[in-house]
């Protein structure tokens, strides 16, 4: 269970998740060394966050073979998605056993990524959601998380992301610290 947060402030995207992992759909959690997000580097220098809720199995892949490619400026961060980074997510998945068991068209989680000064949200279908307010979050937090958002505009991005993952580990089991929070300036804060 997870609770990854994102929100963009000033053309700034920031991105904080908590370091628990669940496991057999019991209770039994552990803290978790790497982190649920992290940043990639395009080619062309652009920051990517990612953050990754679901199965560790997927978070490995990701941060160690997804490349992301040199961003094409006539199109929106969504079609860049879309055309470049879905395909060649399919094609890691693939070639390492990175699908759902049960049906291999599907990823165990969800990805959310934050790249210029946008969010988008890759779900288990592959399917691309730009989200159009200025915050969002995914996994078994993100409802108390969004409310703590929503509730917390006044605060630096800092601030309401650490009080709406305090939130999201008070009342949903299985979200817990350390948190990390990241910006695309290479802003890191791990809190314990």
């Given at each position: 269970?997870?609770?990854?947060?994102?929100?963009?402030?000033?053309?700034v995207?920031?991105?904080?998740?908590?370091?628990?992992?669940?496991?057999?759909?019991?209770?039994d959690?552990?803290?978790?060394?790497?982190?649920?997000?992290f940043?990639?580097?395009a080619?062309?220098?652009?920051?990517w966050?990612v953050?990754?809720c679901?199965?560790?199995?997927?978070?490995?892949?990701?941060?160690?073979?997804?490349?992301?490619?040199?961003?094409?400026?006539?199109?929106?961060?969504?079609?860049?998605?879309?055309?470049?980074?879905?395909?060649?997510?399919?094609?890691?998945?693939?070639?390492?056993?990175?699908?759902?068991?049960?049906?291999?068209?599907?990823?165990?989680?969800?990805?959310?990524?934050?790249?210029?000064?946008?969010?988008?949200e890759?779900?288990?279908?592959?399917?691309?959601?730009?989200?159009?307010e200025?915050?969002?979050?995914?996994?078994?937090?993100?409802?108390?998380?969004?409310?703590?958002l929503?509730?917390?505009?006044?605060?630096?991005?800092?601030?309401?992301?650490?009080?709406?993952?305090?939130?999201?580990?008070?009342?949903?089991?299985?979200?817990?610290?350390?948190?990390?929070?990241?910006?695309?300036?290479?802003?890191?804060e791990?809190?314990?």
């Amino acid at each position: 269970m997870t609770c990854i947060i994102s929100l963009v402030h000033k053309d700034v995207v920031w991105m904080g998740a908590d370091g628990v992992s669940t496991y057999n759909n019991r209770l039994d959690t552990q803290r978790l060394k790497i982190p649920k997000i992290f940043r990639l580097a395009a080619k062309d220098g652009t920051i990517w966050l990612v953050g990754i809720c679901g199965s560790g199995r997927l978070a490995q892949l990701v941060r160690e073979f997804l490349t992301v490619p040199e961003f094409d400026a006539s199109i929106s961060y969504e079609s860049e998605i879309i055309k470049n980074t879905i395909p060649a997510l399919r094609k890691i998945l693939g070639e390492h056993a990175g699908f759902q068991k049960d049906d291999p068209r599907k990823i165990d989680g969800g990805i959310l990524l934050g790249v210029g000064n946008e969010m988008i949200e890759i779900d288990s279908s592959f399917c691309v959601i730009s989200c159009s307010e200025s915050f969002y979050s995914v996994g078994s937090g993100e409802d108390v998380a969004k409310g703590a958002l929503f509730a917390t505009p006044e605060m630096s991005p800092r601030d309401r992301i650490l009080t709406a993952l305090r939130a999201a580990e008070q009342f949903k089991t299985g979200v817990g610290v350390p948190f990390t929070i990241i910006n695309t300036l290479g802003y890191k804060e791990t809190i314990p």
